[in-house]
């Protein structure tokens, strides 16, 4: 493990306000996408989506680094460039998601555990030299009647921990993403009970398993009502929530949080993002940040439709949605941004 390294790549996933883009949806979760819009669900359709992506003009001046899934990072551009050094060509860190998704939990209906620890050394190592710099593994946590249990959530910070720890041995930066998801009538007090135990809980882990702190990235919910909850809070309420319980429960030597949009549209992901920026920043030990998936893919792909003609608008849209999350970075983000 070379520890500046790992610092060093960290730093730089953080660094002048830009972000992550998670486009590493596992092919099950691609497929259902694609077929949602009628869109072939097909090797070949997976790689020309990828690349209408990678090869959006300017994307590098708002993403730092991009999240890739195992097909995508054996398959190549039109032009024969593999996509992870198409994506370091264009000043974008490649990473990669390594965990094998989130299974049910024995003995404990409605709850997950994320799998893939078996065989992930020699995965990691693969990964390196390919160009990969960072991974990333998410572990899925529900509020529902009686859950999360511990089991749960002992069981997946565990998981997350040993994942981080051989990770940072292979000299890529872990981003470790606990998720609670935002299903479910829950209250944002609920969610933010159960995530604060879920952060001490991995950070526990972590501390166990001898990972340093300064050499990954937190990828985490905001703490939000349940989408079925009657009482969905204001923006600034969910910013309030949300920096509070990570003052409490992320340690200042954590470089960068960076948050999933978890269903969240993109306007209020970025809204939300925003308004704990203009409230906290300047209080703040650890940037706050984004990696987002669906809040800045969603309406690319609607447009791309798997169409080459529509490559170009989808890009605009992709790279608007990029920008509003680098000024939701700063505090500069306003609903006149998306033409409103
Ligand atoms: P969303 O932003 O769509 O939640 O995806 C982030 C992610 O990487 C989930 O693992």
Redesign the pocket.
């Known amino acids: 493990m070379h520890l500046q390294e790992l610092i060093n790549t960290a730093k730089l996933l953080i660094a002048d306000d830009k972000g992550l883009l998670?486009m590493?949806e596992s092919n099950p979760t691609c497929n259902k996408r694609f077929a949602a819009l009628k869109i072939p669900q097909t090797a070949e359709a997976h790689r020309a989506y990828r690349e209408m992506i990678v090869t959006t003009p300017g994307l590098n001046e708002c993403i730092s680094g991009a999240?890739l899934y195992d097909e995508t990072v054996r398959q190549q551009l039109k032009d024969g460039t593999p996509f992870s050094k198409a994506l370091a060509d264009r000043g974008i860190i490649p990473g990669i998601?390594v965990d094998m998704g989130a299974k049910e939990l024995a003995g404990h209906p409605g709850e997950k555990i994320t799998e893939g620890l078996d065989g992930l050394r020699d995965r990691l190592n693969e990964y390196y030299l390919m160009g990969i710099r960072f991974a990333?593994w998410?572990a899925v946590i529900t509020i529902g009647g009686g859950i999360p249990s511990s089991a749960c959530i002992e069981a997946n910070a565990s998981a997350l921990a040993r994942y981080a720890a051989l990770c940072q041995e292979a000299d890529l930066v872990p981003v470790v993403?606990p998720?609670v998801l935002m299903d479910g009538d829950h209250t944002l007090e609920q969610c933010r009970a159960v995530t604060e135990d879920v952060l001490r809980t991995v950070f526990s882990h972590l501390y166990m398993q001898g990972v340093a702190l300064e050499g990954m990235i937190l990828?985490p919910n905001m703490v939000l009502p349940g989408l079925a909850c009657p009482i969905q809070e204001s923006i600034d309420k969910v910013a309030d929530a949300t920096v509070n319980c990570f003052l409490r429960a992320v340690p200042a030597a954590v470089p960068g949080i960076a948050f999933?949009?978890?269903?969240q549209s993109g306007e209020l992901?970025s809204a939300r993002l925003n308004a704990m920026n203009v409230i906290f920043r300047s209080r703040l030990p650890w940037a706050l940040g984004f990696?987002?998936?669906?809040?800045i893919q969603q309406p690319a792909l609607e447009i791309w439709h798997g169409e080459d003609a529509n490559v170009t608008k989808a890009q605009k849209a992709l790279l608007h949605r990029a920008k509003c999350n680098l000024a939701a970075r700063r505090g500069e983000y306003s609903a006149a941004m998306e033409g409103k």
């Open positions: 998670a590493d999240i998601k990333k998410r993403e998720e990828k999933l949009s978890g269903g992901a990696s987002y998936a669906r809040a």
